[in-house]
């Protein structure tokens, strides 16, 4: 994941993905996030769509986290999440890698430190999977503020970033206020109770997006 700063309120990186990459590179938000989804039953990914959604200035209430559900659900319940578990299995078991005595062939651990390596790519993979799915649901909403259809690989086509320039006029304000908002309909859709950690954790996230617009 990038270790590059956030861009501001309204120019955040192109595509879900690259948007992403920068949130959870700020302090904070991994765990923050982790805290969400072993505590709470939340998707990260639903989590950093709210945000993302909200910079494009989408509103979405419980009834649009519903609709997103049901179009990831199955990708998340049959793909992602098993390769969680076998990831975080297998990192449990781990040893300290190295080669046999004599160096001529790679020890039991190092092998393992591969097969985790390994496992560990194809979860982001199937993340990233999830992501472009998740993009594509919000290019197709009716009345949506850009296509970004074009975005779920590396980057947004030159026109999509034209109109995405044009995202600056919105308040920045605003686009925070509908972040907080569109977090609150995904915990009101999840049945999240919202009490003072889970409300803590979501203004991590809230501030991770949240920058002053330059003088």
Not at 43 to 70: E, I, K, P, W
Not at 120 to 132: D, G, I, M, T, V
Not at 153 to 178: F, H, K
């Amino acid at each position: 994941m990038t270790t590059e700063n956030l861009p501001r309120a309204g120019a955040m990186p192109g595509g879900f993905w690259a948007f992403s990459l920068a949130v959870y590179a700020r302090p904070g938000v991994p765990e923050a996030c982790l805290a969400l989804q072993d505590g709470y039953g939340l998707d990260v990914n639903v989590l950093l769509f709210a945000l993302y959604a909200a910079q494009h200035g989408t509103s979405l209430d419980t009834g649009a986290f519903a609709d997103l559900d049901r179009a990831v659900a199955s990708w998340r319940r049959q793909v992602v999440a098993p390769l969680r578990a076998i990831r975080r299995h297998v990192k449990t078991t781990l040893g300290d890698g190295g080669a046999t005595p004599g160096g001529k062939t790679p020890s039991p651990a190092s092998v393992e430190q591969e097969t985790y390596a390994a496992i560990k790519r194809a979860e982001l993979s199937a993340e990233r999977a999830q992501q472009c799915n998740m993009e594509q649901w919000l290019a197709a909403r009716p009345g949506a503020a850009v296509s970004l259809a074009a975005g779920a690989g590396d980057g947004i086509a030159s026109d999509a970033r034209d109109a995405l320039d044009s995202l600056d006029a919105l308040d920045a304000a605003a686009i925070d206020t509908l972040g907080a908002a569109n977090l609150d309909g995904y915990l009101a859709y999840m049945h999240c109770p919202c009490d003072a950690n889970a409300q803590a954790f979501v203004q991590v996230l809230l501030a991770a997006v949240s920058a002053p617009r330059p003088e």
